[in-house]
């Protein structure tokens, strides 16, 4: 009985250690496995992430901010194909600007050395605070006096023979093709925007000669409402999905906005939708243009930028920058590639 019990007790233990070695190889051939698939790129968390459907990963890159899906672009092929594709281009633009809009201030300098524009672009909540977007130098010293706007995340500049795409949020830069020099210098002859139809932005250039049209794309010329004296200045905006013109000659002389809203292309009939007294207000020597934003109306007053709700008549200001960010514009940051044109 001792004998049979001892070697009960020897195999008692070394069961123990026969089953030490082989959790012990299990561990490794595991650890093993999953460096190969790392090396290989395939992380059996993606795998599972992958599987859920397009409506569901949408909702969940939505919520990340631009940074964390430029990081997300890195990490896998399948990711940066969904994150880069137009519909959730579309989708990502469509939620940043139905959030409370940014105000992106452009600062600009002459280097006559080097023959370059210094360019610096920062944004601004509606609660004031600041981020530093973009920091760029451009071999083109026109730069400085260039006609600027701002469409959905996207920065054009316009010289007297060049365009400039900036997209400050991905920290990038493109120059369009050069154009003729035909139009006639002093007057902005661009505009850019964006169709939702299409998911697609447009940058235009209108020459005094008649352009060159595509089958897909119609030009339509429209006078402007019969008080307007003198078309030179003249600013378009968009209000409600409506083309909006406002009387920036009214507005400069009594502190009167008036806006007129295009009805009807065909006739060319226009109708004064709005008359805005901001003299009423304290708002007097109004120098700069007016902006809009879904219903509001913005105008920068001394050193400030103020938004007026049509709907409940109301103001609120947001305090701008030094007086040298001489130019600004209604922004959202956008996952636009401009390394894609």
Known sequence: MKATRRKNIHKWEQQPKKKMKISVQQRKRSSSSTEEEEEEGNYPNIDYFNKLSDDVITSVFLRCPLKSLSMLRCTSKLWNNFIISPSFLHSHLTQSTQNSPKLVFLEDKCLHRSKKSWLRFVSVDMDGSKEELHTVTVPDTQLVCSAMEVCFGLVCLSTDCR???????????????????????????????????????????????????????????????????????????????????????????????????????????????????????????????????????????????????????????????????NRYGIYSKSLFSLGTI
Not at 221 to 229: C, G, T, V
Not at 270 to 277: G, P
């Open 163 to 325: 365009l400039y795409l900036f997209n400050p949020a991905l920290q990038q830069l493109c120059e369009l093709p050069e154009y003729s020099l035909s139009a006639t210098p002093g007057y902005r002859h661009f505009g850019v925007g964006y169709l939702h139809s299409r998911k697609e932005y447009k940058v235009v250039h209108f020459f005094y000669t008649v352009p060159s049209m595509t089958k897909s794309e119609k030009f339509l010329a429209i006078s402007p409402p019969s008080p307007f004296e003198d078309y030179v200045g003249l600013s378009l905006m968009d209000l409600k999905g409506m083309l909006c013109l406002p009387d920036g000659g009214c507005l400069l002389k009594s502190s009167i906005l008036d806006l007129w809203i295009l009805k009807d292309k065909i006739s060319c009939s226009w109708v004064k939708e709005y008359s805005i007294r901001f003299i009423d207000f304290g708002f007097n020597n109004i120098t700069s243009g007016c902006k809009t934003f879904n219903e509001e109306i913005i105008f920068q007053h001394l050193d400030k930028v103020v938004f007026y709700d049509l709907k409940k008549k109301t103001f609120r200001e947001v305090e701008a920058l030094s007086p040298s960010y």
